[in-house]
Every structure is written in C-alpha cells, then in structure tokens.
C-alpha cells in the first residue's frame, strides 16, 4: 500500500503519505475478535505482541486487553474504556465508541491466526526497511571511528536479531505427538537393520555405546591435553561429513539420510591446521610430513588426491578466535539455513566467552554450557564441545579421568546428555622410563609399552540415554587417527589395529 487508510468512524479517511507496509483492517479485525471472545488470544500470542502493530492506538488497547486477559479478567469494550478514556490517539479515533466499532468489526475466530501471522509478517518488513535505511545512513557518513568491516558486523548481527524474533516456543504438545516422534526414531534405527538411531561417529564401538550422535544432544569430549581431544573430535567430523548422503526423510522432508553437513567452531587452532590434520589422516601421510612438506612423488600424488576427494566434503571451518556464545549460536543458525547443519562440534568450551554479565568464572561457564544445550534443541542437532580437565588428574596414581575433574565442573556435568573422557595410557607410561642400568625395570616397561603401544579409551563418564563405560580405541599418533580395535576373537594377535 502506498497510503495509511485509518478507520474513521466519522465516515471521513485519515490520509497520511507513508509507504510503510501495514494493514489497519486486519489490525481492527483482530482486535475486534479478542474483544469479542478473550479465548481466542492465547492462540496469537505466541505470534504477536504490542509491537508488532502499526498504528500506536491498537498496539495500546493489545497490551490493555492482554494484561487484562492474563490476570483472567474480562476485556471487552466497557472494560478497556476506563483504561484507555483518556488515550489522545484513540479520542482522535472517536473514543470509547471506537472500542465498540471494533468489536463489530472482528474476524471469525477460526482466521484468527492467519490473521495475527498478517500483522506480524508486515512488522517484519517494515523492520527490514528501518534496518535497511539505518545501515544505508551509516554508511554514507565516512568516520575515523566507523569502519566498513565494523559495519558489516552490526548490520549482520541486527538481521540475525531480527531473524531471531518471532520463532515461537513449541509449547505443550500432546503424548500422542511424543510418542509418535519416538516411534519414529526407534523406526528409524530398525530399518538400519538394528543400527543406530543417531549419526555415526565412524568408530564401531563407539556408535554401540552411544547409539550414535542423537539430535538435540550436547556431547563433552574432555582429556587433559596431549590426550587426543581435538583428534577425535576431527576424525568425528570427518567421518559424519565423508558419509554425507543426501535424500527424503521419513517425515517426506528433504535432508540427510546418512552422515550429516558438519560445522567446526576451531577457537584454538586455524582452519588450516585443522584441514591439515585431516589431510593427514585421508591421506595416510605423517602430519609431521606434511608440515615439512619431506614427502617423496608417491606420497604427495596420495596428498593431492586426499584433498580432491575432500573438496565435496560438507564440513565447515569457522577459527574466529573467542567467539561469544550469541554469535556461535547465531552463525551456527546461519550455517543451518545456507547450507544445513547435523552436527556442532566446538574446540574448545573454555575459549568460548559469555555475555559478559556474569560476575565469576563459575557463572560464565554454566551461561556458555546452557547457550549450547539452548543451542542442540532449538537447530536439533547433537553439539559436541571439547573441554579441558584440571590439573588434580596428574596428582593421582590412577590417570583415568572423573567426572569430578571437569574444569568448573558443576554446570558443564548438569547440562551434557553425555559426558566423555579421551585417555591414552601410553602417554603417561612413556613418561615413566626407567634408566638404562636397571635392566629388569627397563624390561617390564617395554613389555607395558608394547601392550600399549596405539592404543586409547574413551571413558564415558555420564550418559542420560544409556550406560557408561569404556571403550577401546586405536591410536596411530602420525596420521592423528583413532580407529576400532581388533579384538583377540577377530585376529590371533590380540594386539593389531586398523
């Protein structure tokens, strides 16, 4: 519309030069429907707010009548009066007679939503033209303090902001709908021939103790470093996006049927070296090797065409360094709607910063650990973030780690699904060499080593879904590959890995 018709119960039209989308029909009519019936609000409330109107009057009788409404009063046009009597906009209107005007001019009940998402949707445009306008102001004035880059970063976050308005709460929904969704799930799994309901990590054993990477999870991944974390998280990732296939759900969307599109949140590493430990382990060429570049013509021909093969790998890196928890979760609400997303992995939670509110480390860890619970519901997706263990592991005998040896250990303990600890024993054992004049202290080492020799555990230390344990991995520490253990049934050599 290029002009503003506003209802006149005087007969005459009020003519306002504007070109901002509204519908002041609609809004009369809806409001005309609540007056009328009060039940009929709470099936738009979820949608609209006082806001959301263009004209300023029927934003006001809204939030009257919505007050009145939650305190189970009755909002009708005798009751808003005494509130609104003295309103100058709604005495330009005709007064009180305009609340009465309104309640004969309302909507069928059933339309009602339609309606609301009517109003709501225009808000938004109009939302996108003051951004618009804002972000044209800004930059046609060339300042000292203002840089373009500066810019384009708040113009994003204000779309992200108002992309955010509006995603309405589920709310309660029927066991029937639950049950149905769990059905579905547990279908899911069977027609994998009794395999897993989630997404595979890739590492047999692993898959069998988790089930897989379920939806709407939060997964951490803590060891002490030199342990293996990032590894694993790595070999994860690339595994879940080598075996992305695309094709129709059960539910007759379109998505993915195995694998999944991955992001990669790398706070401490760059892409990169992120990208090079990948190379290393789809190549099979020494990390070591290959940041030399001390590769002969059959290495590097495996090298080039490891990276071919991986250039249609949908795995996303973002090393954008202390990223605060609004912006991973607004980029990772990006990466979903641009090119989907399965599966969040951030490396690591303790370089990951809070709002900033928070008055010690404590509360700006459990802030970060529910941002990304908050974060695997609402894109439902499995989030598996990295975490650090404290130092208190290398003053006991025993090295596994507990749960107890999460770093602020309270928030990120309550709000993970399931918690789990990479551990290679070979790491502390190789620093327990005895010396070379104690032959027989020497020799039992070795005799340990060789039995430890490339291979790890994963300690799973909670699990809401399922049991905890452990579970043997291989380790070959110059590729930075963790793999399924040869068990003694499947080869005489109890020892062998692949």
Not at 25 to 42: F, H, P, S, W
Not at 147 to 165: M, N, T
Not at 311 to 337: G, M
Not at 413 to 440: N, T, W
Request: hydrophobic letters at 40%.
């Amino acid at each position: 519309m290029n002009e503003i018709t506003a209802f006149n119960p005087t007969g005459a039209e009020i003519q306002q030069p504007e070109t901002m989308p509204h519908s002041i029909e609609a809004e009369q009519q809806l409001l005309g429907a609540i007056l009328t019936n009060n039940d009929v609000y709470d099936r738009v409330a979820s949608i609209i707010g006082p806001q959301h109107f263009y004209e300023p009057v029927h934003a006001r009788i809204f939030e009257v009548a919505a007050a009145r409404i939650a305190k189970n009063n009755l909002a009708s046009p005798v009751t808003l009066k005494a509130f609104l009597e003295d309103d100058e906009g709604l005495k330009e209107l005709g007064g009180p007679r305009y609340l009465a005007t309104l309640a004969g001019s309302a909507v069928a009940s059933f339309a009602i939503r339609d309606y609301a998402q009517m109003i709501y949707d225009l808000a938004v445009r109009r939302d996108l033209i003051l951004l618009g306008r804002d972000i044209s102001a800004k930059a046609t004035k060339v300042e000292i303090g203002s840089e373009p880059k500066e810019q384009i970063v708040e113009a994003e976050q204000a779309l992200y902001k108002l992309a955010e308005q509006g995603q309405s709460e589920s709310g309660f929904q029927s066991f029937l709908k639950a049950v149905t969704e769990a059905v579905n799930v547990a279908n899911a799994a069977y027609q994998r021939d009794g395999g897993l309901a989630g997404i595979s990590t890739g590492l047999t054993d692993l898959d069998n103790k988790l089930g897989g990477l379920h939806k709407s999870d939060l997964l951490i991944l803590a060891g002490r470093p030199s342990m293996g974390k990032t590894s694993l998280a790595t070999n994860i990732a690339f595994n879940v996006a080598k075996a992305y296939k695309r094709g129709i759900l059960p539910d007759g969307t379109e998505g993915a049927v195995e694998g999944g599109v991955v992001g990669f949140y790398s706070l401490e590493m760059s892409a990169e070296q992120l990208a090079g430990r990948i190379l290393a382990e789809a190549s099979e060429i020494s990390s070591h090797k290959i940041r030399q570049g001390d590769m002969d013509e059959v290495e590097f021909r495996r090298f080039v065409e490891a990276a071919k093969a991986l250039e249609a790998c949908p795995l996303f890196i973002d090393d954008t360094p202390a990223l605060p928890i609004s912006q991973l979760a607004a980029r990772a609400r990006r990466l979903k709607r641009t090119h989907g997303l399965d599966v969040l992995i951030i490396d690591y939670l303790q370089l990951v910063r809070g709002t900033g509110r928070s008055e010690n480390r404590v509360n700006e860890i459990s802030e970060i650990t529910m941002g990304m619970k908050a974060i695997a519901k609402e894109l439902n997706i499995p989030v598996i973030a990295l975490s650090q263990l404290s130092r208190q592991v290398e003053n006991r005998e025993d090295k596994r780690p507990q749960l107890s040896d999460l770093r602020e250990s309270g928030s990120i303990e309550q709000d993970a699904d399931a918690v789990m600890f990479v551990f290679r024993e070979e790491y502390y054992k190789e620093r327990e060499k005895p010396g070379d004049h104690d032959l027989d202290a020497m020799a039992r080492w070795q005799d340990e080593m060789s039995h430890l020799h490339g291979k790890a555990e994963v300690v799973i230390g909670k699990q809401r879904h399922g049991p905890i344990g452990t579970v043997a991995l291989s380790f070959e520490a110059q590729f930075t590959r963790f793999g399924n253990l040869v068990k003694p049934w499947q080869s005489n050599n109890s020892s062998e890995e692949y």
